[in-house]
């Protein structure tokens, strides 16, 4: 898809990967809608041109806000990048049900909703890109973040199911998969914190620029997954290779908390 001149709407764009996004792909040309909590976080992040919504994604009333707002700026939706989330750490068997539906709702339902009402809009018009934000926990589960996982994946099978359903209609979906991206991300989890080996990692996390590069070149060659960094496809594969042997690696990891 050429980017140019096209409209983005992105999600969670006040920080982080959403906000690179935003300026990524308006550097690309696009015409941006950004929602987010945070009006000032958007502002600063899609600067005097950008239309912001601020307002909580998990309430059916500002999605179609969202929605309805864009439409109403520029006539249509192109690409829709899907980037609200956020985590849970700690043990599946013992975070509490509200924080497991809380992250749920914003990292799954919500996604599905911006998808309700953005893929009508795309298969009337015959074309368009819905871009969901994933993890590559949804490739290999991380057992500090079994529940983070676990939402992450079903992220990950609805877009494969989008993708085939749309095939027909102009409509592509396409999977991101970020790894290690130095964010607030672990800031801003609704509980827990990650094994301290995990947090040194660093060697290994990539900027949010650089993710939100990888994703702009996927919606342009119309990928079906990107994986950010690309070494992020050797875990993938070890996972289903050696199974076993990454089990007890990550499992060694755990009980580090």
Not at 226 to 235: D, E, H, Q, R
Request: positive net charge.
């Amino acid at each position: 898809m050429r980017i140019e001149g096209k409209v983005a709407l992105i999600t969670g764009a006040s920080e982080g990967i959403g906000a690179a996004c935003a300026g990524e792909f308006a550097r690309a040309g696009a015409r941006l809608s950004l929602t987010a909590r945070s009006e000032e976080g958007l502002r600063r992040a899609g600067g005097p041109e950008a239309l912001v919504t601020a307002g909580d994604l998990t309430e059916e009333a500002v999605r179609r806000r969202v929605m309805e707002r864009t439409l109403e700026r520029y006539g249509q939706v192109d690409i829709l990048i899907n980037n609200a989330g956020v985590g849970v750490y700690g043990p599946s068997w013992s975070v509490s049900m509200e924080h497991a539906r809380r992250q749920m709702e914003l990292n799954y339902f919500a996604l599905l909703g911006m998808v309700q009402l953005a893929a009508p809009h795309m298969r009337g018009r015959g074309s368009g890109c819905i871009v969901n934000v994933g993890s590559i926990a949804s490739k290999a589960t991380l057992p500090w973040m079994t529940l983070y996982s676990s939402s992450k994946q079903a992220v990950g099978s609805l877009t494969e199911g989008l993708r085939m359903e749309l095939r027909g209609a102009g409509v592509h979906a396409m999977l991101v998969c970020p790894g290690y991206v130095v964010t607030r991300f672990q800031k801003n989890v609704l509980v827990g914190e990650a094994p301290a080996r995990v947090v040194r990692a660093r060697r290994f996390a990539i900027a949010p620029e650089e993710c939100a590069a990888a994703i702009r070149r996927g919606v342009e060659r119309e990928a079906r997954t990107v994986m950010a960094p690309l070494s992020g496809w050797l875990l993938v594969a070890a996972m289903r290779l050696l199974p076993g042997l990454v089990e007890g690696r990550m499992a060694a990891l755990n009980e580090a908390l």
